[in-house]
């Protein structure tokens, strides 16, 4: 059914929920002297750091966006890959199925927080933040994936845990996947296929 597996990174692949919020809380208190709740904070998840900051009303958004990923790093080893996301992608591998990441990250955050894991191997094509001007949930980073891979929409899906990514693959024209082991719930959310486990995504295959 589907040649091109696309990922999402963060509540996706790696779970990062717990360092993500963490480090942005701390952040914002020192930019803000305001508490927030996890809840609160949540709308961050899946879009670009800046973005976030800015709903915030954080005003110096690049300094800050710096000083959140240095924080971030004081959460690193609160970070892991979801169970059964390796075993995935090496089967996917193996039956050479194509599988790429479409992320909120800028190739650094990229560089400092995903290759350390070392999955890199498993995917043909990497779309960050930099690599377009508009961002999730607009289409923009997925129509520059399948501009870069010449992949074919109907083909090609879309793994992600927020309504951001719900929203970013319906406009670019591609079906979407909840990762409910990142995403906690499906509230809201109106996705192609609903799974529970990263192996379900081997069911999208016909072998």
């Known amino acids: 059914m589907y040649n091109y597996i696309i990922f999402d990174i963060d509540g996706t692949i790696l779970d990062t929920e717990f360092a993500v919020l963490s480090s942005l809380q701390k952040l914002v ?15 961050a998840l899946g879009i670009p750091g800046e973005v976030a900051l ?44 194509l599988a790429g990441i479409v992320t909120s990250k800028t190739k650094q955050e990229y560089i400092n927080d995903f290759v350390p894991f070392g999955l890199t191997d498993y995917f043909k094509l990497v779309v960050c933040a930099d690599d377009t001007e508009k961002h999730k949930p607009n289409p923009d980073p997925i129509l520059k ?13 879309y793994i992600g ?47």
């Open 54 to 97: 800015n709903k915030l009303g954080v005003t110096n958004l690049l300094e800050s966006n710096d000083k959140w990923n240095k924080y971030l790093k004081e959460y690193l080893n609160h970070v892991k890959v979801f169970d059964d996301i390796k075993d995935t992608l090496i089967k996917l591998s193996e039956i050479g199925i």
């Open 29 to 43: 208190f020192e930019e803000l002297n305001k508490n927030f709740s996890f809840e609160e904070l949540r709308f």
């Open 145 to 157: 994936f399948i501009e870069l891979s010449g992949a074919d929409k109907s083909k090609a899906i």
């Open 161 to 207: 845990d927020t309504k951001y990514d719900m929203d970013c693959a319906f406009s670019a024209g591609i079906d979407f996947a909840l990762a409910l082991w990142g995403a906690k719930s499906s509230i809201g959310i109106n996705a192609n296929y609903i799974f529970e486990n990263p192996k379900q995504i081997l069911e999208l295959i016909k072998v």
